[in-house]
């Protein structure tokens, strides 16, 4: 194993491990009395502004290009970023009704809600290890939400904002790896983060408290904007290209065991060995859809 590779699994692992931190610091938030809005809302203004800073400050990001391509890309990246600020704010609302533990494992439902939003796009049935892979992860999902034991403690609410959320980081993920695959990092991560501040700005005037405390950018919005909207970007972007996609997307799966760890230790959300046992199938079916990519990059 080559110095590179090593080198983009620390960086995509410590990615993943940082998305795994969120929904824990945003349940500690709420202990605290703050909304949902407050902690969205913080945690992207700030994301934004560190991104504009890095962009700022380096030359290549800063290159513009005036053609109408690159224009009519910028909005598209501006609306893959509604989808960005949409996933925040619902995996968010998510956290208020469900544990952690299980909004998680609801949000990674996006594993299986790719497979199906790229057979559509292409217009062709997936191959049987993907199919295999899907059943894996519905499989999974069942032991890993104890979904038969809990089926009348689960709140219906986070069921439905967990699964939403996990709609948006599909069409999240679909743009960040369909469009503007030349633009540089920094600024391809402004243009989504803009489409996810306007988002949350407007859907924050709908579930707007009525004293909005500011004290929620340095108490949570900074550590959140560090692990959500600063942090992974960077990372990812620096190490996906050594790793490749499909190393990368296992490595990434890494969110589900870290926010399940963090729910347990720092929240005391009881976990069941059955739910352990439910992610480490999720995660080999992550191995599974992959599988090929995975050969082809160790050979």
């Not at 692992?13 to 605290?32: K, P």
């Not at 290159?63 to 890309?73: E, L, P, R």
């Not at 550590?223 to 190393?247: D, Q």
């Not at 065991?257 to 929240?267: H, I």
Request: aromatic share 10%.
């Amino acid at each position: 194993m080559n110095n590179s590779l090593i080198k983009g699994i620390f960086l995509v692992g410590i990615g993943a491990a940082s998305y795994g931190i969120l929904a824990t610091l945003v349940g500690l938030a709420y202990r605290e009395g703050f909304s949902t809005t407050e902690v969205v809302t913080s945690q992207y203004l700030i994301g934004l502004a560190a991104i504009g800073m890095l962009v700022l400050f380096n030359n290549k990001a800063k290159q513009n290009d005036s053609s109408a391509t690159y224009k009519y890309i910028n909005l598209k990246l501006m609306l893959g970023g509604c989808a960005f600020g949409l996933t925040g704010f619902f995996y968010y609302l998510s956290v208020i009704y469900i544990p952690v533990s299980v909004a998680v494992v609801l949000l990674m439902q996006a594993i299986w809600m790719g497979i199906v939003a790229e057979a559509v796009l292409a217009r062709k049935m997936p191959d049987a290890f993907k199919t295999a892979a899907v059943i894996m992860v519905l499989a999974g999902t069942v032991m890993a939400t104890n979904a038969i034991a809990n089926i009348n403690k689960l709140d219906a609410r986070g069921i439905i904002w967990g699964f939403a959320a996990a709609v948006m980081y599909t069409i999240m993920l679909l743009v960040s790896n369909k469009l503007a695959l030349t633009m540089h990092p920094h600024k391809k991560s402004l243009w989504i983060l803009l489409g996810g501040v306007i988002t949350v700005l407007i859907a924050g005037c709908f579930n707007m408290p009525l004293h909005y405390d500011i004290s929620v950018f340095w108490k949570w919005g900074l550590p959140l904007a560090l692990f959500g909207t600063i942090l992974p970007p960077i990372l990812f972007n620096m190490g996906m290209p050594k790793t490749g996609v499909g190393l990368g997307s296992i490595l990434i799966s890494i969110e589900i065991p870290v926010s399940v760890c963090m729910a347990y230790f720092l929240l005391s959300e009881e976990v069941i060995w059955l739910q352990w046992i439910g992610i480490a199938i999720i995660i080999l079916s992550v191995v599974l859809i992959n599988l090929k990519e995975l050969k082809k990059q160790f050979k």
